[in-house]
């Protein structure tokens, strides 16, 4: 391909470099904003305490471990919010906060609440 300004290359390389440089969040950052996320909200609605027991459970996630399941991490951040508040919550006020259904949260508390125990 032919360029028609020094400017097109220009932007080309900019475009290639900038990429390289940009590296996405790892997944269990992914997560751990999700869940925070999920806890201010479920904390607005007036669960008091959401955002300190859920913020301890996420500084006790096992990275490693977390790497190997191929879930998204919406999936996996409310499994671990339903974990850590099931017996003060119930199922609507999180899938409210997380903008998804109720059975999404059953399938993957089921699914990966083992991970989080």
């Known amino acids: 391909k032919l360029f ?3 400017s097109e290359v220009y932007e080309l390389l900019k475009h290639y470099y900038l990429r390289g440089l ?3 969040p790892d ?3 992914q997560i751990a904003q999700h869940v925070l996320k ?4 479920l904390e607005e609605r007036g ?3 959401a955002v300190e027991r859920v913020a301890e459970a996420v500084e006790r996630l096992d990275r490693g471990r977390l ?3 191929s879930a998204r991490p919406l999936s996996l951040a409310v ?3 339903h974990s850590v508040l099931k017996h003060t919550i119930d199922l609507y006020k999180i899938a409210e906060c997380a903008g998804t259904r109720v059975n999404a949260i059953k399938k993957a508390t089921e699914r990966y609440s083992h991970i989080f125990s």
């Open 67 to 69: 790497c190997t399941v």
């Open 4 to 6: 028609n300004s020094v």
């Open 79 to 81: 499994a671990l919010v």
């Open 38 to 41: 999920i806890a201010k909200c």
């Open 47 to 49: 669960v008091h305490g």
């Open 27 to 29: 997944k269990t950052a």
């Open 22 to 24: 940009y590296t996405p």
